[in-house]
Structures are given as structure tokens and as C-alpha cells.
């Protein structure tokens, strides 16, 4: 859904737990970026200063996903 926007800070917050709690090394954030864009769709933005990652939004029951 390109008008679904996520806040980075939080996206990345949701990674690195969901990682932590399966027992994975989550990625740095530089790394996760670069994941998320090579999946197509999802792009950097930006609104009043807040960084946002456009194309992507959170699923409270997301499962099996990683970058």
C-alpha cells in the first residue's frame, strides 16, 4: 500500500524485538533500510522532520517476516 507510512525509529523498534524474541541478531539500521528497499515498494520520507519509510505500515500479529 504506497500510502502506508511507518515511522523508521518505530519500524525499527518492532524489527529488532520481534528479532530478539525469535532468538536472531537483528541487522543494523543501515542494513535494514537497504533490506527494505531492495523488497521494491517501500521508499524513505519524510513529514514535518519525523523519517518515515513509505509502502509499509505495522501488523499487530506480523509473523515469519525479516528484511
Same mark, same amino acid.
Given at each position: 500500500?504506497?500510502? @502506508?507510512?511507518?515511522? /523508521?525509529? &518505530? ?19 543501515? @542494513?535494514?533500510?537497504? /533490506?527494505? &528497499? ?30
Amino acid at each position: 500500500d504506497s500510502a @502506508a507510512v511507518v515511522p /523508521k525509529k &518505530q519500524l525499527y523498534s518492532e524489527y529488532v524485538s520481534f528479532s530478539e524474541q525469535n532468538g536472531d541478531v537483528p541487522v543494523s539500521k543501515i @542494513a535494514f533500510g537497504r /533490506k527494505l &528497499q531492495e523488497r521494491g515498494g517501500i521508499t524513505p520520507a519524510k513529514n514535518d522532520g519525523t523519517r518515515l519509510w513509505r509502502g509499509i505500515m505495522l501488523n499487530s500479529q506480523t509473523t515469519g517476516w525479516a528484511p
